[in-house]
C-alpha cells in the first residue's frame, strides 16, 4: 500500500483541507503516515499569509533537495496558488503544485505522476465548485469542521486571500445540513463552520438562506451541543446574526473577527469600509 504525509500550516480552513485531501488519499488507496521519512508522497499544504509559514514549507523542502529517495513531493494550498509554476524553479524537486480550487482533480493529477510525468499542476480559481468528500479523515472526535463558503470578493489593499482561493463561492444549504446531521450522528457535539468570510454566505438554491438563517438551522441538529465559525468580516456582521446568536444556546458566544482601526482615513486606504 502506497503511503502519504501531510503536514498542514495556516489556518483552519487549510486544516480542514488536510482532512479532506488525505480522506481522498485513502479512498485512493493509500495510507497515512506520521512522518515524511516512511512515506513515498510528501505534502505540504501551504498558508501565504504569513512569510514565516511560507519559509517554513521551502525549508522542509530543502531538507529532502539532495536526497529524496524516490519520494514525490507536493505542495498544496495558498503558496502553490499563489507562487504556481515558480514553485518547480525555486524548489526542482517538487513533482505537484495544486491549490485549493483544484483539489478535486488529485485523483487525477496523481495518476499523470504515477504515467510518469515528472511535473503536474492544477492551479485553475475559475471554477464555480468547492471541494466537498465524504472521505475526509478528521483527527478530533468531537469537534467537525464544515466549509460553507471558499473565497472572498472584498479585495481588502493588502490581502491576497482573494488571489490565492478566489470569488466567493457558496454551498447550498441542503448540503451543509446533510454534513451536520451526517457528522452529529456519527458521534460529534461540536460544528465550527468555515469561510474566509463566513458572513457573506448566500444560499445559492432557490431556498436563498443567509447566515443568519444556516446558523438557525444548523443549531437545530439533532445531537449538537456547541456550533461555532469562522472568519467574519465586519462589513457583513448584521443585526440578524447577533440575534440568532442570543436566541439559541447552542451558538457559542464567540466571533473571531479582526480588530479593525478607528481611522475612518485607515480604514478607507485599507479597503475595509
Not at 502519504?4 to 488536510?18: K, L, W
Not at 505534502?43 to 514565516?52: E, G, P
Not at 478566489?166 to 460529534?188: F, H, Q, V
Amino acid at each position: 500500500m502506497k503511503k502519504f504525509y501531510i503536514e498542514t500550516f495556516g489556518c483552519q480552513m487549510n486544516v480542514h483541507d488536510s482532512e479532506k485531501v488525505a480522506g481522498t488519499l485513502v479512498a485512493l488507496g493509500y495510507s497515512q503516515v506520521d512522518s515524511p521519512e516512511q512515506a513515498e508522497l510528501v505534502l505540504y499544504n501551504t498558508c501565504s499569509i504569513r512569510d514565516k509559514a511560507e519559509q517554513k514549507v521551502y525549508s522542509r523542502l530543502q531538507q529532502f533537495k539532495r536526497n529524496g529517495n524516490g519520494r514525490l513531493f507536493g505542495v498544496l494550498g495558498c503558496v502553490a496558488q499563489q507562487e504556481g509554476m515558480r514553485i518547480f524553479e525555486r524548489a526542482p524537486h517538487v513533482n505537484l503544485v495544486c491549490g485549493s480550487a483544484s483539489y478535486g482533480r488529485l485523483p487525477e493529477l496523481l495518476a499523470e505522476l504515477e504515467s510518469g510525468n515528472r511535473r503536474v499542476a492544477g492551479l485553475a480559481l475559475d471554477g464555480d465548485d468547492t471541494f466537498e468528500t465524504p472521505y475526509a479523515r478528521r483527527d478530533n472526535p468531537y469537534r467537525a469542521y464544515i466549509t460553507i463558503i471558499e473565497g472572498c470578493d472584498k479585495a481588502c489593499a493588502y490581502c491576497v486571500v482573494p488571489f490565492t482561493r478566489g470569488k466567493e463561492r457558496s454551498r447550498t444549504s441542503a448540503s451543509i445540513m446533510e454534513d451536520a446531521r451526517r457528522l452529529a450522528g456519527s458521534g460529534y457535539t461540536e460544528i465550527q463552520l468555515l469561510g474566509q468570510n463566513v458572513n457573506s454566505y448566500q444560499d445559492p438554491s432557490p431556498a436563498g438562506y443567509s447566515f443568519a438563517d444556516l446558523l438557525a438551522r444548523v443549531a437545530e441538529t439533532p445531537g449538537l451541543r456547541r456550533v461555532r465559525f469562522a472568519t467574519s468580516h465586519p462589513r457583513d456582521f448584521e443585526k440578524a446574526i447577533v440575534e440568532v446568536i442570543d436566541s439559541n444556546p447552542v451558538l457559542c458566544d464567540h466571533v473571531h473577527l479582526p480588530v479593525q482601526s478607528g481611522s475612518t482615513r485607515v480604514l478607507t486606504r485599507m479597503q475595509r469600509l
